[in-house]
């Protein structure tokens, strides 16, 4: 992919007048020397490997090796059969679909790192729960994810998405940057109101840190894709609505890149601050070392 | 920046938790497999640093075994990977902290007579960094010659000779030494997988050791 900024992809959408999932298809074709359809094929692949995540994981009570975390999304569906969520059948199912891929993904079930495995619950469940409830064709799901994935592979170029470069910014906060981006796309939003919705999503999760308790992807990470899900989906309600960002979009990653530089180690996934250190979190450590025998 | 497919953020399919502690962890088993590449029956693995912290939550141990044992990265069965091979093999795990290693990495001593390290480099990306005490450099992304030779000149374009009479492209190049005019070993990344001929004649060559042609992985 030779696109390296916002501003190019922007540019290449005016002169070409073409979509942002249709630059990623021709780009990617191009690259990895296949034809467009066959990089259909391939993100419909993943597109079919999440929606199997979603399912194994919302029938699943099964734990992790910890015995921490793994009935949540169980939890939550029960709980919806009873009382209806305050904002509606689409937020019941954004939430309980990003914490059962999460799940899925702790007690090693198969899921699609997106952009990482940490972060694997966000982009699936906003795209794949909205094209439930509103019908969305598998044609404009796949356009969907080409968009996210275009989205976060220019982000990738400015910054590593891992937690050790940029904390849980460069995961998660990535993550709900390229479900916004996808979500707007879905929803027929111009090239220009895609870009605007992952600046608002990015420009919202600065400065978010990475303190796993005991280093595993359990605490606060499965909960998180939740969150994260339904921050996506605000950030491109506004940007449908016409609201821009005050601050482009690569300036915002820029920023983005730079927090993760000002940020302590000790908050980038080494667990060594933050909820990591938490007198709860120590006293997990000692419990978890005792399981490992 | 070096390109990148927009498949490198969506994707691996792969099984949880952590792409570097699970998916790399089965990816370094692979290249183990792909490096050995002949059948065994007992394996050491040495899991340095954060590999052997939070291995355990992670299924480090068990990705790495299963790797090995020739699991993709998205098979569901690797959780439960010991009850399925059961005493087939002799398998063991060590768990060291030594900050001279990177946080991520493991030795896979295989019957006993071959150790390959390498590292878990991040987003399932790894790199193979010695076979025994020889240092070499391969991150699994290429069909790969790999050869130990007595440091010598001309052994370079000896080799390179052979590979171009087939009409194979070398995508990188990387030597390494012990010390001068002692073991040397070289990996050549091609785009195709060298054929069978073209081992047997770097083999036939003077002062070379040790010659293997390492798949890359999927």
Redesign the interface.
Same mark, same amino acid.
Not at chain 2, 9 to 17: D, E, K, L, T, Y
Not at chain 2, 56 to 59: C, D, E, K, P, Q
């Given at each position: 992919m030779t696109l390296l900024s916002f501003d190019e992809l922007l540019a290449t959408t005016i002169e070409k007048n073409l979509s942002i999932s249709e630059i990623a298809q021709q780009e990617e074709a191009l690259f990895l020397e296949l034809s467009v359809g066959d990089v259909r094929s391939k993100t419909q692949e993943n597109l079919i490997a999440m929606r199997e995540a979603i399912q194994n994981g919302l029938k699943s009570t099964e734990k992790s090796v910890t015995n921490w975390c793994g009935d949540d999304a169980v939890k939550m569906t029960q709980r919806y059969k009873k009382q209806k969520a305050l904002l509606g059948t689409l937020f019941e199912k954004i939430t309980t679909y990003a914490i059962a891929t999460a799940e899925e993904n702790l007690r090693m079930g198969r899921i699609v790192a997106c952009p990482t495995a940490g972060s694997c619950g966000i982009v699936p469940s906003v795209l794949i729960a909205v094209s439930e409830e509103r019908n969305i064709s598998e044609d404009k799901q796949i356009d969907a994810l080409l968009t996210a994935g275009l989205i976060g592979l220019i982000i990738s170029y400015k910054v590593r998405l891992a937690g050790a470069v940029a904390g849980c910014q460069a995961e998660c906060g990535v993550a709900a940057a390229m479900a916004a981006a996808g979500l707007t796309q879905m929803l027929d939003g111009t090239p220009q109101e895609i870009l605007q919705a992952t600046a608002l999503a990015l420009k919202n999760i600065l400065g978010l840190t990475c303190d796993p308790v005991c280093g595993l992807v359990e605490v606060p990470c499965i909960k998180r894709n939740a969150f994260l899900a339904v921050h996506a989906v605000t950030a491109s309600e506004l940007a449908l609505s016409g609201i821009e960002s005050k601050i482009p979009l690569d300036e915002v990653v820029d920023t983005l890149k730079i927090t993760g530089q000002l940020m302590s180690p000790l908050l980038k996934e080494t667990s060594q601050g933050g909820l990591a250190k938490t007198k709860t979190a120590i006293e997990l450590e000692k419990s978890l070392s005792k399981l490992k025998g | 920046?070096e $390109? $990148?497919?927009?498949?490198?953020?969506?994707? +691996?399919?792969?099984?949880? +938790?952590?792409?570097?502690h699970?998916?790399g962890a089965v990816r370094l088993g692979l290249m183990a497999r792909n490096i050995y590449n002949a059948p065994f029956l007992k394996v050491k693995f040495i899991l340095y640093n954060?590999f052997a912290?939070?291995g355990? @939550?992670? @299924?480090t141990d068990?990705g790495l075994l299963a790797g090995l044992l020739g699991y993709s990265v998205?098979d569901?069965r690797?959780?439960n990977i010991f009850d399925i091979i059961k005493n087939e093999i002799d398998y063991s795990f060590e768990y060291v902290e030594d900050i001279s290693r990177f946080p991520n990495s493991v030795d896979i001593i295989i019957d006993g007579k071959r150790k390959i390290s390498g590292d878990s480099i @991040?987003? @399932?990306e790894i790199r193979i960094n010695s076979i025994d005490k020889f240092p070499i450099n391969i991150n699994g992304n290429y069909d790969t010659l790999l050869m130990f030779y007595k440091d010598k000149p001309g052994m370079i374009s000896r080799v390179s000779d052979i590979i171009q009479k087939y009409e194979i492209n070398i995508a990188t190049l990387h030597c390494g030494r012990n010390s001068k005019g002692g073991i040397a070993s070289m990996c050549i990344e091609l785009d195709m997988p060298a054929k069978d001929e073209i081992v047997e004649k770097v083999k036939a060559l003077k002062d070379v050791f040790f010659v293997t042609n390492v798949r890359k992985l999927k």
């Open positions: - | 920046m $390109q $990148q497919s927009l498949f490198s953020v969506i994707s +691996p399919i792969m099984v949880g +938790p952590s792409s570097s699970t998916a954060s912290t939070t355990f @939550g992670h @299924g068990k998205d569901s690797i959780k @991040g987003a @399932g």
